[in-house]
């Protein structure tokens, strides 16, 4: 059963432009959600969806955005990169969708540098 | 508000030693999952358990164990006879306000030497 991807890997990109990442999630699990980690605030939650609805949002500007699709698969943009968008995204899916929370399954991440 | 803290930033031993890794949390929620996963140089998070707020029983899965104390609020985990592939970043996690996001630790970096 494949695990979790998300592309690109590594990026690289400049101050002022944005970006997109992509998450395919585990084949049945129906819960994306977002995670960036850097290392001065460590893993933080951006946002969660199931069935293409935004369902809880972590605490981040408005340049932070997301979406999902039919067959579950998940986008995150960052618009207007800055310096401090550096970071790992790390994705994780579960077959969860109630209101306990389940075991999260993540991918390798997708590790963004901005210049 | 919630909150989880793992006090040891970075924990060194050597192969075959028993190591603990501390995390407590804090959350007003009666119902609440705690998690741990373990962070390889290659980035993934991988999941090694998930424990909610009703089960006390201490989990034992090969050379890992875990105890669970709601007096305490502490999730500590221990890694019996460590071994070098144990070296990895490992985080403390609890649920946050539903559903499936996580408030995590700062992460304990465990070195285990030859």
């Known amino acids: 059963k494949a695990g979790v991807t998300q592309t690109p890997r590594y990026l690289i990109k400049t101050r002022g432009q944005q970006v997109t990442l992509s998450c395919s999630p585990i084949?049945?699990?129906?819960?994306v959600s977002w995670y960036q980690q850097t290392p001065g605030q460590g893993l933080q939650f951006l946002f969660e969806?199931?069935?293409?609805?935004?369902?809880n949002k972590g605490n981040f500007p408005g340049r932070f955005s997301g979406r999902q699709f039919s067959n579950s698969r998940s986008e995150m943009n960052v618009s207007t990169l800055e310096l401090g968008d550096s970071a790992l995204y790390l994705c994780?899916?579960?077959?969860?969708?109630?209101?306990?929370?389940?075991?999260?399954?993540f991918g390798e991440g997708s590790r963004l540098t901005v210049l | 508000a919630q909150k989880v803290t793992q006090a040891q930033t970075e924990i060194s031993v050597v192969e075959k030693e028993d190591v603990t890794l501390d995390c407590v949390y804090e959350t007003r929620d009666t119902t609440y999952y705690l998690f741990w996963y373990k962070q390889p140089p290659s980035g993934e998070l991988v999941f090694l358990i998930r424990?909610?707020?009703?089960?006390?029983q201490n989990e034992i899965s090969g050379r890992y164990s875990w105890n669970f104390q709601k007096s305490t609020s502490s999730f500590n985990f221990t890694i019996t006879a460590s071994q070098v592939v144990d070296s990895a970043v490992y985080f403390c996690a609890l649920s946050g306000d539903g559903y499936n996001k996580l408030i995590f630790g700062a992460g304990t970096r465990l070195a285990v030497h030859p």
């Open positions: 084949s049945g699990h129906r819960s």
């Open positions: 994780a899916s579960s077959w969860r969708g109630g209101s306990n929370t389940g075991e999260l399954f």
């Open positions: 424990r909610n707020s009703f089960d006390e």
């Open positions: 969806y199931f069935s293409e609805t935004q369902r």
